[in-house]
Each structure stands twice: as structure tokens, then as C-alpha cells.
């Protein structure tokens, strides 16, 4: 085998091989292990960026990263397809939130008036704007409004990509599964395994069920609208992801749930909160109904950095919803405190530490907690 | 090769496999031709056995022929399990016709009652009395009907088995295409190919779409509901039939289209209906949706004997949504006239002649054509 490397990640998703790539880029040597790459949350993902749209009430620091990540996001994709010649799908037309009723606007705009008062461009567009912008959507769409910097890209070039330039950079895949971080040789061990990482490391990482569809435009052209849409349907919350190879993507449930079955009822949420969004939709092929499990926490925020009394081992994991807009700034952030030793300010909210019993009293140290999860289980 | 069979049989989907064994049976030497034997409208079908529950304004002479068949049904897959040992799932619960609305129930009523003047058994039943038969349907059911003699079977048992009989019988099976009928060397062939009767034989059989979704009770379980339910909801017609090992069919569109791709709207539309009728069905797993082609004829009925100008032929197609009803009678009757040369007359309203120029200005030579569909392309 390879001598001790530098470091070690275990989880080929997304953020375990940004990270690997960003180490080798550094002069690190580095093995990644999973014994099925890109297999994990990021196969399901739809890969907005969405810093905006997804900015919730009471999430201040989580807010602020994914913020910063999505900042990185152009510079990483362009660097991305320099070093790999891959398209990653990465489009920047924007997201449209929109409301069907008038109840469901008055839900929207409640959260847009908190986004716009913690200063962050949301753009209220009159109904006429709206369908300049959009002639697809549906007639009874009451309002909606843009966020303009909340861009895409595709999770299923993403991965491929970030592989290739992973080992380009020098790093090593080593296809096997790691039971125990103990039989891992590095000088430093990342665990970047998703929903594996609670049991490697006793962090409080849960699967949190998620359940979408992917359509295809009819006759192999590109879908009939281009920005992403974020849609409040008669209650329901529904994505539609435009890609131009004429995909579109529509998701997602989010369920306390630990299985992959596709259930009826979800297939059925989601096709009608499309279809009354986008009427066209309903032309469009079925082409996959897939569920997926993302690494929640129990503060919605993902878990970077050092793990107390494991000396050596470092957690990127509980990415949640956000693993690939969270990809560029947790790669860059893990690979300098690995190379320089020092951890950037802004992973201080999200240290393991805030999880483990000596800290967990210290209130403040974490992210906020959303009102509706006090505990985790 | 061979020598010249008896019985050349283009087409291995249930129809043809029956009449193989049939013919088999008989003691006459058949050969059937099939690249893909049971990849057809079978393949998707739901196997509802349903001459009450599908008999139509307009439609006498089908009727009948479907009762005919029904009524075979029981020696028919009793014979064919002796025969294979295999359990084809046919199920005598019944058939429960409901209605979710007002306005549903009573187009669902108009037809009820067509269909009790003509003498078949349909039992209206007091919403209590439905319940007491399904507990599982939705509250909102305003009312139904027990169609006790409709029964079920399931097609991707039956064509295995059906393959089965007819080889132990003594057919053979060629896994290959019939591109001209004068490739075929036999003493009488059948041309039992679905849709692709029309290209080898020039009969008006034109393909019509069918989707459907498969469901499957959560926890491997039987379904919740033990009758098929065909449902009028807000308009659509859907049916659900349970299966013991758990799977639940939902189908299906009737669409004058020749693709096979599932799109999101019939889905929608399926689901909604299954849904609103049974609410636990939201909680049943989504298997497969997926699309298959029914040879269907401009009556609605299909086209049973010989094709005029061509000695030799036999059709025995366009069974359109009644393929695997009709397969009992169909075989019966075709060995029949192979053997003996005379044909039943219940074949007589179905002869391939009434489509070709000589006959067709001969009103009343063929089952009334219902109102909507006066010709076809």
C-alpha cells in the first residue's frame, strides 16, 4: 500500500472530495475512501445555491456560511472546469420564489420581509415582472419575488468533476468502506461521510429523509423556463430545477424518516405542486422518483472541524440541505486549518464541540437553535 | 429446422401463447414466433377480468363476448395451474365500482343502470354496506356498486405461465421477429401480434396508450383492500387492484398516442384519483410507472377469424383494453375453427372482414360503432 499519508477523508460525496482536492492542490498526499462514490445525498441533490431563498428565521450563522460559500461559487466552479474541462451545469439566471394563493403569498412574504431586513437581495416583483420573467408559470400565481444571486449547478456533474480534479491534484480513492476511524493511517482523518459520520464518531448526525422526482422536457429540448422556481403550492413547498439538458427537478420532502422508498403520497405532493406552479409540467416525462437521506443535525447546521479528545480527526459532515452550496467553503476552510493549523473564524459556530457534553451547556456557542428543535434524538 | 408446423402463431403475448396451447393440446404441431414473448400490452396490463364493470353504451356484441370469456375464466386457470403449478392470482372478491362526488356518482349511476338493463349483475349498495366491504375507502366516497362476477388475474404470472403450458404441450417458440407473414411456413397462421398486426396484416389496428403506476403496501403486507375498486373521481376514471403479495395497480390512461414514455401529468392524475379514493394508498410505495401500447380498433372490438384474400391467416387481435379477458374465448375459439374448420358463431361479429372494402359499407355486419368514434386513422 501507499505510505502514512497526509491526510485521510472518508466519504467520496461532494465535500469529502472538494477537500481532498483542495489538500492535494496544497502539496498534501491524500487517500479518499467510500466504497461507492457520489452515491450518498449528492446523487438525489438538486444543487441550488441558494443562500437566500434558504435563509430561515432564527438561522443567523448558518445564513452567514452559506452566504460566504455561495460567494465562492463561481471561482470554484471556473476553477473546477479548468482543471477537470467538465461542465458542472453551474447557471446563474437566478431563483424566482413565488406564492400560488393568497395564502401562501402571505407565507412567502413574511420570510422574503426577514430575508430583506438581515439585508439580503430579495427583489418583490409585480405580478406583470414576474411573468415577463417567466411566461410559464401558471396564471393563478399570486406574486412572487427574485433572488438574484441564488444560482445552480448539477450535483451529478459536480461529483464526477470534483473526482477527477481530486486526482489529478495527486489524491488517491481507495474503494473500500471504513468501519472504524481507528483503522485509518494519516496524519489527519476528515470524516466527510454524511450520515455515516454518527457512527464513526458518535456526532449527532441523522438522516433526514428526502423524496423527489426528475421530469425531462418532451421532444429533447430545454425545459420551458429558465430560472429556478421556489414555490409555496396550497401549503406545500416545491422546488423546480431547470437544467439545460432539458431536466428539471422537482423536490423535495423533508422527512424524519431513515428508509429510501419512494412513497405515492410524496410523488403525488410534489407532481401537483408542480403542475398547478408550471402547468407545462404535466407534458413533461416522468423520468425518476428517488428518495435520499441528508446528514442532519440538530441545529440545522453542519458540524466543521477538530473532534474534542480525538486528536487528529476532523468532522465535515451534517451538511443537511446545504452540502453542495456548503461544498467550496468547507473544502477551502478544512484544507487551510489542515495545512496551517489555524481554523478560520468562520467555522467557530460550527465546531463539533458545541455537540459534545463538556460544551453542550455553554449556550451561545452554537448556532441558534430553530424554535420547533430543542432536542435531537 | 422444423418441419412445416400445423399452426404458426406470430406473436407470444397471452393471446397467442393461449391459442398455442390450445392448439397444442389439440395434438397439432405449433411453432410461435416472438422476439420478446410477453413484452407487449400484457406486460403493463392490470388484469382486470371486468365484462360488467366495462360494458359500454353501444357495445352489445363486445359485451357479450367478454361475458363469454369471463365465464371461462375459472376451468381456464385452473387448467393452466394443473398444467404449470403456477398460481396466476386470479382473485373472485369482486369488483367495487364507487363514486367520489356527486357529480361523479352520477355518471357513474347512468352507466349502472345501462348496465342492469342489459341483465348483467350489478348490485347497488348502501354506503354502509360499501364500507362494511372496504373500510379503507375515503370517507368523501359518496357511493358504489358491487360488480360481484368481475374478477382479477395477474398478467405477469399468467403469460409465464401461458409459455409454460404451451411448450409442455408440445409448442416451440421462436425468439425471433415475423417481418412478412409469407415468411412463415405453416399450414394456418395466427397473427396474434397486438399493434403489430396492422404492418403484417393492413387491419386497422392502431396502438393506445396506457399508463399506469405500481404501488406496493408498506412493511411487505397484503393491501389494505381486497376487492378491485374502479373509481369515477373528480372525473377521472381510475382503477386499484390488489394483489396478495402487496402490490397495488393504479391505471390507467386511454391516450391516442404511439410513444411509451410516462409523463408527469398522467401520473398526477393517477395518483390524485388513487389517493382520493383510498387514503392509505399515500403511504404505499411507488414501484414503477410506466406505458404500454393496447391494440385497439376503430369499434372497440377485436378481430377474430380469417383475413379475407389470404388463406391460411387467421387474426386474432386488437383486444385493445381486454386482451387478457378475451384471452379464454379468443384461444378457444381459434383452436376450434383450426381444427375443425367451422367457426363458432359468437366469432361472427368479429371478423376480420368487417374492415376490409367488399364488407364494410354492409351496416350491421359488426358490433355498433359507439358514438364518438365514427372512423378511424
Redesign the interface.
Known sequence: MLSRPDVAVVGAGPVGLAIAWRCATRGLRVVVHDPAPGSGASHVAAGMLAPVAEAYFGEHELTGLLTASAARWPAFAAELTAATGVDVGYRTEGTLMVGLTTDDLAEARRLWAYQQRIGLPVTPLRPSALRDREPALAPRVRGGALAATDHQVDPRRLVPALRTAAERAGATLVPAAVRRLSDVEAGVTVVAAGCGAAALTGLPVRPVKGQL?R?RA?GGGAPGFRHVIRGYADGEHVYLVPRSDGEVVVGATVEERTDT?????A??RL??A??DLLPE??????VE?LAGLRPGTPDNAPILGPLPGRPGVLAATGHHRHGIVLTPVTADLIADLISTGTADPLLAPFTPARFTPATAARSGSGPSVPEEEHTWN
Open positions: 422526482v421530469l418532451p422508498d419512494v412513497s405515492a403520497g410523488v403525488l407532481l401537483r408542480a403542475v409540467l404535466a407534458e413533461y416525462d416522468l422518483a
